[in-house]
């Protein structure tokens, strides 16, 4: 039996992937950082079956939609033709995300199933093809594969074979904290995907974040090497208001955020004023990261969690490397 079982962390962007300069093989208009995190992690099982039909994809113990479904067979067929095998797959994958928001979770997805994949078929993949291979189903996937700080290099062949992520550092070079305030949010607007497709098509003020976007990497790279946490903040809060900029300029306009979304900012701006560094930053979605120091992250955590329209609040930290799993 061709089987593996592996698992992955998901990652929060410092510096946001957001733009794609080719869909089709998932390239992104600019490079990225990110912290792969602690408490959120996915781990899958994938067993080839000759005979199979075709794949079957169980997230959490129940088939999964047809669209789902089809977005892993697509993914599958690249590791097929690597491999040159036909068989088809059974998926079984648990989310461990503590929460029902989802945050996050393809990168730790798609990581978790490219490397499960490639183990069962005997494809020992080095890490740099296992992040251009994650990358294919997910972008942010791409940099679930290490642990610690990761960057994804953009890359500017069209072929995609130098846009993958590279380790900047290790989880315990610096132990600085994420805490997420998981909010009350309505029916999921507007994807990741469709939302990014949507500000480099339309909005006038995507042209401002390209302008901007690599002096926020070089910035938050060197505050990383250097662990000053004060510029790494400043800079990844800054760097997700622009990217959430571009979203009120595209046509038609929309926005990720919610009321909790700026109550939650205010109380961080608020806890500045009280003398604890923290900043936030924030995904294609209305929950917060903030960001803080280990000393700090009990009284952050507290002082979210009465945010009127905050629901939950989890505390995450660097967390490991992809790897392959004996047990579940
Ligand atoms: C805002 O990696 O989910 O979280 O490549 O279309 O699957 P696809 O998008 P995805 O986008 C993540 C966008 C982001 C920023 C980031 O994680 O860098």
Known sequence: ?????????????????????????ILPMNGSISMTVDPFYVTTAVTFEDGLPEDRLVLNGLDAAAVDQRRVTTFLDRIRALARVDARAVIRSENHVPTGAGLASS?????????????????????TD????????????????????????????????????VPLAPPDYWDIRMVMAIVDSGPKSVSSRDGMRSVVETS??????????????????????????????????????????????????FTYWSGTTIEVIRRVQQMR???????????????????C??????????????????????????????REVDAW
């Open 293 to 322: 120091e280990p000393q700090h992250a009990s009284w952050v955590e507290a002082s979210l969690a009465v945010v009127p329209g905050v629901k939950e609040v989890v505390q995450a930290g660097p967390g490991p490397d992809a």
């Open 204 to 253: 006038p003020f995507y042209a401002g974040w390209q302008a901007t976007v690599e002096s926020d990497l070089a910035a938050v790279r060197n505050a990383i090497l250097r662990r000053d946490f004060a510029v790494l903040g400043q800079v990844a809060e800054a760097n997700a208001f622009k990217m959430h900029a571009t979203t009120m300029g595209a046509v038609p306009p």
């Open 107 to 127: 990168s730790a997805a798609y990581a978790a199933l490219a490397m499960a994949a490639t183990r069962a078929l005997g494809l020992n993949l080095s890490p």
């Open 130 to 165: 296992l992040s251009k291979l994650a990358r294919q189903g997910s972008g942010s996937a791409s940099r679930s594969v290490y642990g610690g700080f990761v960057e994804w290099l953009k890359g500017n062949r069209e072929d995609g074979e130098d846009s993958y992520a």
């Open 273 to 291: 004023g009280e003398g604890v560094p923290a900043y936030v930053t924030i995904d294609a979605g209305p929950h917060v990261v903030v960001l």
């Open 1 to 25: 039996m061709r089987e593996a079982l592996a698992r992955a962390h998901a990652n929060i962007a410092l510096v946001k992937y957001w733009g794609k300069r080719d869909e089709e093989r």
